[in-house]
């Protein structure tokens, strides 16, 4: 993060969250509603909501749309998190946007960057952004934007402290965003039970829009109606194919809304062959050594990492690390058996749980006061996984100085 956006953000905590969206609301109206100068499309879900959103910004951007994309959170750098054409904002715009929301102190640190955006986007002319929620779909911020298209990855068990203990509670809060919307998807494969659960009547299975076929060779076939490609994805992981098909899904419904005349099959293929996100099982040179990272920070994306560990040639040693509301224990039981070693280590962040924990739930494992510590403790092959946070403290220190993507 740029010094000078560190400072402005350093009084507006990122754990500080409400379900209320006045606040913002007023300081937008303040400014002049930039979230009304351009088209968006809202991405929920629990998992897969940051791969899903840079597919679907690339699919756009091979079509010549003028795109915005914001995503969360950040690996290093909070600028990461805004884009114009794939292409990071610029820390000096992004702090000079920060200006103009300082006299609003009573706005929280994901409020704070989400104007951020939205003003950026306004001010470059966007044409369609792509904004991933940060949690739920009934509070959150992004859902100012009033996004037409509303896409849903998945429902899991996260963030129960403010969404609810059940995963219906859970389920229904996150459909909120696909109500609100003229189209909404529904990502995976979601049965009548689970449609149901998200009260979203209208909102249609993404597998309904877009045929998804896994090719013998690796790649997979995308049909829809008028058009197919196939694709080898940048993106390694049996659940990218799902996060695809949801990507294009969405792509097609700008085409339904008059936003787009048609899509394109060759620049679709195109599009997802070369498009990348760092932390989501990308390589990395780190301290000369190449580590596998991976985000996966809860229990569904343990168990996406552990299906692709299973078909994996290739036994890794893990180094964990994770945030203290997390399901240490159960994470650890899904991953363990597919990793040789394990070393626990401790984040710079007040939210990380303690070692303690993290070495009872990996029975043998030793502990490593910091993550490249731990990278200096661990064998080779090497794979980080448990939190963004660990992902981010690995790439700070990669060989090419910053998170790449």
């Known amino acids: 993060m740029s010094v000078a956006s560190a400072l402005k953000l350093e009084h507006r905590r990122p754990g500080r969250i409400r379900p209320d969206l006045d606040a913002l609301r007023e300081v937008l109206e303040a400014l002049g509603n930039p979230q009304t100068a351009f088209k968006s499309i809202l991405i929920v879900g629990t998992n897969g909501k940051g791969s899903t959103a840079a597919m679907l910004e690339a699919v756009l951007r091979e079509h010549c749309v003028k795109t915005g994309l914001f995503t969360s959170p950040h690996l290093v750098n909070v600028e990461e998190r805004v884009r114009i054409d794939g292409e990071r904002v610029a820390a000096a715009d992004f702090s000079r946007h920060l200006d103009r929301l300082a006299p609003f102190p009573e706005l929280t640190y994901f409020e704070t960057i989400t104007a951020v955006a939205f ?40 963030h129960r402290k403010w969404l609810g203990v059940e995963r219906s509670e859970i389920a229904r809060d996150k459909g909120r965003a696909l109500a609100a919307a003229r189209f909404g998807l529904i990502g ?75 899509l394109d099959p060759a620049l679709v293929g195109r599009a997802l062959e070369k498009v990348c996100w760092p932390g989501r099982l990308s390589v990395h040179r780190v301290a000369d050594r190449e580590v596998l990272l991976d985000c996966a920070h809860n229990l569904e994306a343990a168990q996406a990492l552990a299906a692709h560990l299973a078909d994996s040639s290739r036994c890794y040693n893990l180094i964990f690390s994770c945030l203290d509301d997390k399901p240490v224990e159960e994470m650890a039981a899904v991953l363990g058996p597919h990793v040789n070693s394990v070393v626990v280590c401790e984040l710079p962040d007040e939210r990380a749980m303690d070692l303690e924990r993290m070495l009872a739930a990996f029975p043998g494992a030793v502990a490593a006061a910091s993550p490249l510590a731990a990278l200096t403790a661990a064998p080779d092959p090497v794979l980080a996984a448990g939190s963004v946070r660990l992902a981010g403290a690995l790439l700070a220190h990669a060989d090419d100085g910053e998170e790449q993507g």
């Open 188 to 262: 995976g494969d979601p049965g009548p039970i689970a449609v149901a659960e998200l009260e979203a009547p209208d909102a249609r299975a993404a597998s309904s829009v877009i045929h998804r076929m896994a090719m013998d060779d690796g790649r997979i076939r995308l049909e829809w109606a008028g058009g197919h490609s196939e694709v080898r994805l940048a993106m390694t992981g049996r659940h990218q194919g799902l996060n695809a098909q949801l990507a294009v899904a969405l792509a097609l419904k700008t085409v339904a809304a008059g936003w787009l005349c048609a």
């Open 119 to 158: 003003c950026v986007f306004a001010e470059r002319n966007v044409e369609i952004a792509v904004l991933e929620a940060g949690m739920g779909g009934s509070w959150d911020a992004t859902r100012l934007a009033e996004s037409e298209i509303a896409g849903l990855t998945n429902v899991g068990s996260d």
